[in-house]
């Protein structure tokens, strides 16, 4: 009967060693449960995605980036420590399935298990994912619920990179969802080309939960990880290549807003041991929120690192090398226009203002961005909701 509890089985890339997967995974969860759902989260883990994130070296990605990863062997300890956290939040928070699965066939077993099956969110129908790019295409079919005989919905999945051609190769699997919706407006027109159907702009699970909330459901965010002393946090995607450049700028700010530089690049984490920088690579996802919540300012590159300044009322940037009309056209440059903050887009760090820095205030989110965030949770959580609990008559 329409009202009463479901079991709902998500599958996303809930153990990826990547804070918004993981955060992403958990906020959807949460939400769902705190619908009165019972909710599991698949724990589908292919050996190719245990390969990326299990590995320190020698991931099987070739010769460029076996040779980044060395360059970052004088912090494998930190790398260790990132890697027991990530699996620690994993396991304490996320309501995983009794089996973990390896292969796609293998969750055919699940079939009859759920009243309803959720897709999403991350970049799970993007063929150039760190997960499926090198594998064949059957690895996605877990993500598209080819397993499932129940009702099918996604929630905000991406299909990021995905050429034309590549999409049509997903189209019919897609057109077989009860309900489907994507995280990028630019994505939505694309999706429903290929599936024949309405696809709903959603927001990203993160922001499914206020601030507040985050808080309430992980109080370890609630604690200061690099002491009580103010500082900018630092949150990019970074390579080691260009990493070095970019650090000897961040010590240039640190000097000119006069306060440290908490660095957090897991692609480059071998920042240089100075008095500028705080090095925190082996945050797992509670010390990411930590040292969120506690900073300062924040300067990412990073699509998650933009939600969680935005959700938590930060002073940040939003650093890009190209241009700022490319910038405009990217999944952060997207929530930034929906949101009115487009101005927080900076090229280079000499941009970044001292004073708003040192006052923590600079941004009046009261102004329109939080009332253009709560309409985009509203709507989102209502399609859930929807999507979801729907009955047939």
Not at 153 to 179: K, Q, W
Not at 214 to 235: I, M, N, Q, S
Not at 244 to 263: C, D, T, W, Y
Not at 275 to 282: G, Q, R
Request: aromatic share 8%; glycine share 6%.
């Amino acid at each position: 009967m329409a009202g009463h509890p479901l079991n709902i089985g998500i599958i996303t890339y809930h153990a990826a060693y990547n804070y918004g997967s993981v955060l992403q995974a958990y906020a959807t969860q949460t939400k769902l449960a705190d619908m009165g759902h019972n909710v599991t989260m698949v724990d589908y883990r292919s050996e190719e995605g245990k390969r990326y994130y299990e590995r320190l070296y020698f991931r099987g990605q070739g010769l460029k980036s076996t040779l980044a990863d060395l360059t970052m062997l004088p912090v494998a300890g930190k790398r260790k420590l990132r890697m027991k956290r990530f699996e620690q939040f994993i396991h304490t928070n996320l309501q995983l399935s009794a089996k973990q699965y390896r292969a796609p066939e293998e969750l055919n077993e699940l079939a009859e298990t759920f009243d309803v099956a959720v897709s999403g969110s991350d970049q799970i129908i993007n063929k150039h994912s760190n997960e499926l790019a090198r594998v064949d295409w059957e690895y996605m079919d877990p993500y598209l619920l080819k397993w499932a005989r129940c009702r099918k919905i996604s929630y905000a999945s991406s299909p990021a990179t995905m050429t034309d051609e590549e999409l049509d190769h997903i189209g019919p699997a897609l057109a077989r969802f009860d309900a489907l919706s994507a995280r990028e407006r630019s994505a939505c027109a694309r999706l429903e080309r290929v599936s024949g159907q309405h696809v709903e702009h959603v927001c990203d699970p993160t922001l499914l939960l206020t601030a507040d909330e985050w808080v309430k459901h992980v109080p370890a965010c609630r604690k200061t990880v690099v002491g009580d002393e103010p500082y900018l946090l630092f949150y990019s995607l970074l390579r080691p290549k260009r990493a070095m450049g970019v650090f000897n700028q961040l010590k240039e700010l640190s000097k000119r807003i006069g306060m440290r530089v908490a660095v957090l690049t897991p692609m480059a984490g071998n920042a240089p041991n100075c008095a500028e920088l705080i090095n925190v690579l082996e945050a797992g996802p509670e010390e990411f929120l930590s040292l969120m919540r506690h900073a300062q300012a924040v300067l990412t590159d990073s699509y998650h690192g933009t939600l969680f300044s935005i959700n938590f009322h930060k002073t940040f940037w939003v650093y890009t090398e190209g241009t700022k009309e490319h910038e405009l056209g990217t999944r952060r440059g997207q929530v930034l226009q929906e949101l009115g903050l487009t101005d927080r887009i900076v090229t280079d760090f000499t941009q970044i203002s001292s004073d708003e820095v040192k006052s923590g205030i600079a941004i009046d989110y009261s102004a329109g961005a939080d009332v253009a965030l709560q309409s985009m949770r509203d709507h989102s959580i209502a399609y859930l909701k929807k999507s979801v609990a729907y009955q047939e008559n």
